[in-house]
């Protein structure tokens, strides 16, 4: 297990150093010393592509995350942050922002992070609300809830786009498709802030995630506070998944495959699975957003393009899997 992580780690690692050399636009290693960007290359190299691989890593990071923690909390293997609206509840604060761009030139990008950060906090309030009226309260309750959540969402985002004006709509449309291409130093550091701070809470529950596998009612025999635990992995997931949002644009099916992969690698204790999660997660984002600035190239696709076209048939034999296993 040891050397299966020792490996992956020593991939991620070349993966992200090998990816800003990866583009439209050949760079030699002397690059690499013109770390002010004072020539063409330089600049491509320092204020272009190196943020632009580190915020696919860490948005990587933090939606494996996110849907590791997710699948051990509702024992089921479809779910992702995306199930229960929590990236669509982020789309919608970061669209109302987008929308009124008056504001949106004021504060900047404070003001998608906290736009994203509200939308998602509010899809889990909505959820865990309709949960705890019901009597029976079980995890079947907030799935559906949270699917329901995501269609009135999109139906939320699909309003505000009809009603902006031509160019409002096409930022919506192209936001709307998970992109990496607004990606800067500055938006690095807000979004690492998010990822890392909901990194934390979700970490700290590693021992709670192993006991919720087995089901809630074991692990409140073993002195887990089901409804606080609940509630502090809903709140560290909206953190991160809000400040992902917030930068890319919601991109798809990464925490749903990330975890799943490194599942197989290193087992289900979440102590070891958390971290190395994280790691594939954002190895596998930092490739998927270099073939989709590669692929076509002079033309850039979104990101989020590649994530649901590997995404959609590793869903499919999820479902066969399962399926399969009953």
């Known amino acids: 297990m040891k050397t299966r992580f020792a490996l992956l780690l020593v991939m991620s690692v070349g993966v992200v150093l090998l990816a800003p050399f990866v583009g439209m636009v050949d760079l030699t290693w002397e690059a690499l010393t013109d770390i002010w960007g004072n020539e063409p290359e330089g600049m491509i190299l320092w204020r272009l592509r190196v943020p632009r691989v580190l915020v696919a890593f860490v948005a990587g990071m933090g939606l494996a995350l996110g849907g590791a923690a997710f699948q051990a909390l509702f024992r089921n293997p479809l779910a992702t942050p995306y199930t229960l609206g929590v ?79 031509l160019g409002d709509s096409f930022r919506l449309v192209r936001w709307l498709m ?76 990464v925490g749903m495959m990330a975890p799943h992969i490194a599942r197989l690698l290193v087992g289900s204790g979440h102590r070891v699975l958390l971290p190395v999660s994280a790691v594939f997660g954002g190895a596998f984002l930092v490739i998927c957003d270099t073939l989709a600035r590669s692929v076509i190239a002079p033309v850039e696709l979104p990101v989020g393009v590649i994530t649901a076209f590997l995404g959609g048939p590793f869903f499919l034999w999820l479902l066969v899997r399962r399926t399969e296993g009953r």
């Open 87 to 165: 990236a669509s509840g982020a789309a919608l604060g970061v669209a109302v922002a987008t929308r009124f761009s008056v504001a949106l030139a004021m504060l900047g990008g404070a003001l998608l992070s906290v736009s994203a950060l509200a939308g998602a906090l509010a899809a889990v309030g909505v959820v865990w609300v309709v949960a705890r009226i019901r009597p029976d309260f079980s995890t079947t309750v907030l799935l559906l809830a949270g699917v329901a959540m995501t269609f009135f969402f999109s139906s939320l985002i699909l309003f505000l786009q009809y009603t902006a004006t």
């Open 178 to 253: 998970g992109g990496l291409g607004a990606a800067r130093w500055e938006s690095l550091g807000a979004m690492t802030l998010f990822v890392v701070v909901g990194g934390v809470v979700v970490a700290r529950k590693a021992r709670d995630l192993d006991l919720f596998m087995v089901g809630s009612e074991i692990a409140a025999s073993r002195g887990v506070d089901v409804s606080r635990t609940q509630r502090d992995l809903f709140l560290g997931t909206s953190l991160m998944v809000g400040g992902v949002v917030a930068t890319c644009g919601p991109i798809g099916f």
